[in-house]
C-alpha cells in the first residue's frame, strides 16, 4: 500500500539540532516532488520545505531558510529535513507529503517536535 513514515522527531533545547526522516514505500517515489509541512498549535498546517524529483531544486518557508534543509536519497526512498538552530516556534507536528497529481496525494502520520528549555 501507499505510504509514508516520518521518524526523528522529538524534545530538542533551543539552538540545537534534529533530523526528520520520510520513508516511502507502495508508489514509484523518484517520480514525484516531496515536501515538509508543520502544524502548530493554533494555527495552520503551513508549508515548510519542498525537493524536486530527483533533488535539483529545493524551496523553503522564509522563517527556516538559512536553519532547515530538504534533501532525498531516492535509492533509499528516503526524505529528509535537516533542522538547525532550532526556536521554540518551531515547536509543531511536522509532515512528509508526496504530490502524484492525479493518483493524490501521500501524507504520513507526523512526528511531533518540540522545542523548549
Known amino acids: 500500500q501507499v505510504q509514508l513514515v516520518e521518524s526523528g522527531g522529538g524534545l530538542v533545547q533551543p539552538g540545537g539540532s534534529l533530523r526528520l526522516s520520510c520513508a516511502a514505500s507502495?508508489?514509484?517515489?523518484?517520480?514525484?516532488?516531496m515536501s515538509w509541512y508543520r502544524q502548530a498549535p493554533e494555527k495552520e498546517r503551513e508549508l515548510v520545505a519542498a525537493?524536486?524529483?530527483?533533488?535539483?531544486?529545493?524551496n523553503y518557508a522564509d522563517s527556516v531558510k538559512g536553519r532547515f534543509t530538504i534533501s532525498r536519497d531516492n535509492a533509499k526512498n528516503t526524505v529528509y529535513l535537516q533542522m538547525n538552530n532550532l526556536k521554540p516556534e518551531d515547536t509543531a507536528v511536522y509532515y512528509c507529503?508526496?504530490?502524484?497529481?492525479?493518483?493524490?496525494?501521500?501524507w504520513g502520520q507526523g512526528t511531533q517536535v518540540t522545542v523548549s528549555s
Open positions: 507529503k508526496a504530490d502524484r497529481n492525479w493518483r493524490g496525494s501521500v
Open positions: 525537493i524536486s524529483s530527483n533533488g535539483g531544486s529545493t
Open positions: 507502495g508508489f514509484t517515489f523518484d517520480r514525484y516532488p
